[in-house]
């Protein structure tokens, strides 16, 4: 065993490496994408063995192919943050009722705030709705245990079970004993057992329903009996004359000085709910202010709820108050148990407008709140104000206005450009212009104002065909990124083809999956398994889906993009654009741009046009031309060199090589489907360059024949002998720059 410092999702994938998994997948998404990167760490150095890791193309996919793991005996463990499980819930509703072979555990990062996110739901939530368990950990600590103990829970019951952290138990950190070497747990002999009951028919349904059932009620008794589970639902007192825990779930102490009010708390709110009682309870001491006697249960296990030890909870109990993030969950809980017990309760809560209704909660809220609800409670006045006095007063607060910072694109993004050519390609016409989940929706900012809608993953492509319908006198453009155009957008595209909607697609590949922190994806062909293959090429597939129309523009040569938006938007019926540029986390910057004092006028048209961070504007620079209005500044920190402002400059004060590498305009290459699209060879390129800034592509032929037959047939070629490779600038991925060792990047 080591001692090391991990952040929680380090510590959880140490957590379920040595609870023996052997399959781990997932999708990248904030605030859970670390542990699959912890394991495929892990395993690349040889610490981690026997373990399969993968990103997989979505959530749907990744839980699918770990239920098939499963079947076989395997541990398996899924990952996704709380809107990724939308898209994997198809398949875990019916997960739960065919059940489960290997232990099958769902890591659900909530995100309360939403700090990263678009939605707040709470997954407990869709436990519930599932009927699947959840486990809530109120520090890392609590979490490595509990997804030790998920696994064996899973694997008594056949079910799959979701631990919930949230996002400061994901991304806290502190020291965990972890073990220096794992193994994967060996798999049965019998591998997968061929059964009825893994094909999932109405009858079988059915009857599956009234098994889920009834091991429901059997967790709910785990949850309270079992040493295992119950230590997740702790149960103690407090206030008063002095501290005595109480049973773990019972209640000790009953008497005279046996508390009237009680605390529930559920995942990192019991964390923070703690520190506000010692807070307390340390500053009452100080004032000689009593703090009343209390007795509080902190809940690990939401769903099922255990409901014995809340009834030995509540035993004695006039009100109580419940912390939680991020809906009344266990409110309602102990809402119904006061109702089905017929107990004196009252609970206080989000139902009653005395806590925080969304968000996060925090320690000095709690405790502000925690001094209003003795003082209500006890009729007393003094601990909410002696709270108000001292922990919530701050002698570095500040009261002014604070300062805003708008979310903005890196300095150097090539998505910058791609919007502000489509843009530029759309001057003089009615258009609107959908979005996606990336880095890409902050192109909804001024000055691009270029992203009308966003709503969830591979929606900006459907949701353009819908406007399409509905105002066909405008023109439809939908923004995807690459990593999202894998996930979610093929099928919207095909629906697209299939219906004739008139719509473009500008798919901005900057060769990762950038907002999540830069993980691979099927169009890198780079895996966590250390492995490189052929990547899936976008155009490819876009031709294979029926695109007729495909464009390249490298984003950074602005009158090249705009050439080739304008190509693809001026087509009737669906087509594609595809800006392709890499990601500034991926490549050196070049030297930064420069601006000659005695050019600038002042105008502010390198500001006011893309808004990159990288240029400022000083009010007190003078030059011969822009007299007293001020002049742009380009801060060189920020500034990555793709030369941008240098082409939307209209008085060339700003100079430097334009576009990456040095890429210039060049005249339109035709982009030749390849008849071959598995064809071996060298690892294909995924980046343009100058020799192949713009191409586009139509294709027209007869209903019957392929696209490489088309394209054949008018160049006088049998299609056998017109294998296209990928090494020349006429193929199909020309001109996309190789790594040193002839890979990928």
């Not at 119904?336 to 209704?357: I, Y």
């Not at 459907?462 to 105002?471: I, K, L």
């Amino acid at each position: 065993m080591a001692k090391k410092l991990l952040m929680g999702n380090e510590a959880f994938a140490h957590a379920a490496l040595e609870a023996g998994v052997n399959v781990v997948a997932g999708y990248p998404g904030t605030p859970s994408s670390e542990l699959v990167e912890t394991v495929a760490k892990l395993h690349a150095a040889g610490a981690a063995q026997d373990v399969h890791v993968e990103w997989s193309t979505n959530e749907k996919a990744a839980l699918e192919m770990l239920a098939g793991a499963s079947y076989c005996g395997a541990r398996v463990l899924f990952t996704c943050k709380q809107v990724g499980l939308n898209v994997a819930s198809d398949a875990l509703m019916s997960l739960n009722y065919v059940g489960t072979g290997g232990g099958c555990v769902l890591f659900v990062a909530d995100d309360p705030g939403p700090i990263s996110s678009q939605t707040e739901q709470d997954t407990r939530r869709f436990g519930s709705f599932a009927k699947v368990p959840v486990l809530d950990p109120a520090t890392p600590e609590q979490g490595f245990a509990m997804m030790r103990a998920a696994f064996d829970l899973s694997e008594r019951y056949h079910t799959p079970v979701i631990v919930r952290p949230t996002t400061r138990i994901n991304h806290a950190s502190t020291f965990f004993e972890v073990a220096e070497e794992t193994h994967g747990r060996p798999l049965p002999e019998e591998g997968f057992q061929k059964d009825p009951k893994w094909v999932i028919f109405p009858k079988r349904a059915f009857e599956a329903h009234g098994e889920i059932n009834r091991r429901l009620a059997q967790i709910a008794w785990d949850y309270t009996h079992d040493p295992a589970f119950a230590q997740f639902n702790e149960v103690f007192e407090g206030g008063g004359e002095g501290e005595g825990a109480c049973a773990q779930n019972g209640v000790e102490g009953a008497g005279a000085s046996a508390p009237a009010v009680g605390i529930v708390a559920g995942g990192v709110s019991a964390a923070y709910a703690r520190e506000a009682l010692t807070l307390i309870t340390s500053q009452a001491a100080r004032a000689g202010i009593p703090v009343p006697r209390y007795r509080f249960m902190a809940v690990g296990t939401p769903y099922p709820f255990p409901a014995e030890t809340a009834a030995a909870f509540a035993e004695g109990l006039t009100d109580v108050i419940v912390f939680e993030e991020l809906d009344s969950v266990l409110e309602e809980e102990m809402l119904k148990l006061a109702g089905a017990r017929h107990l004196p309760l009252r609970v206080h809560g989000k139902l009653t407008g005395e806590v925080n209704d969304r968000g996060e909660n925090m320690t000095e809220n709690i405790a502000g709140r925690l001094g209003r609800f003795f003082d209500r409670t006890h009729r007393s006045n003094g601990l909410a104000a002696l709270v108000a006095s001292t922990i919530g007063a701050n002698d570095l607060s500040y009261e002014g206005p604070l300062p805003v910072r708008p979310p903005v694109l890196c300095a150097g993004c090539p998505h910058r450009g791609s919007f502000y050519a489509v843009k530029q390609a759309l001057r003089g016409r009615e258009a609107v212009l959908c979005g996606d989940i990336g880095c890409y929706t902050l192109g909804n900012a001024q000055p691009l104002d270029a992203v009308d809608t966003c709503l969830c993953m591979g929606a900006g492509i459907t949701m353009a065909q819908g406007f399409a319908v509905a105002e066909p006198d405008k023109k439809q453009v939908a923004f995807v990124g690459d990593s999202t155009f894998f996930a979610s957008a093929m099928t919207g595209i095909a629906n697209a083809v299939y219906n004739g909607h008139d719509v473009t697609f500008a798919i901005l590949d900057n060769a990762t999956t950038a907002m999540t922190g830069s993980q691979p994806h099927p169009g890198t062909g780079v895996t966590l398994m250390g492995e490189r293959r052929r990547p899936i090429v976008i155009e490819e597939v876009l031709h294979g889906l029926g695109i007729q129309h495909i464009g390249f523009a490298n984003p950074h040569s602005l009158e090249s993009s705009v050439a080739a938006a304008r190509a693809a938007i001026d087509y009737e019926g669906p087509s594609a654009i595809i800006f392709r540029a890499p990601c500034i986390q991926l490549k050196k910057p070049d030297a930064p741009v420069t601006i000659d004092a005695d050019k600038c006028t002042g105008c502010k048209k390198c500001i006011t046009s893309i808004g990159c961070p990288g240029i400022g504007f000083d009010e007190g620079l003078r030059g011969p031309k822009s007299g007293t209005r001020g002049q742009a500044f380009v801060d060189t920190s920020l500034c990555d060199g793709c030369a941008l402002c240098v082409q939307v400059c209209p008085f060339d004060a700003i100079q430097g090589a334009v576009g990456f590498g040095g890429a210039v305009p060049t005249e339109p290459a035709i982009y030749a489907p390849n008849p071959d699209p598995f064809q071996t060879g060298p690892i294909p390129r995924v980046l343009t360059d100058e020799v192949n800034d713009f191409q586009e592509t139509e294709i027209a032929g007869e209903p019957n024949e392929t696209p490489g037959e088309v394209l054949g047939a008018a160049e006088g070629v049998p299609v056998a002998e017109r294998i296209v490779h990928s090494e020349g600038p006429t193929g199909p991925l020309a001109g996309l720059p190789l790594s040193e060792e002839g890979g990928a990047r």
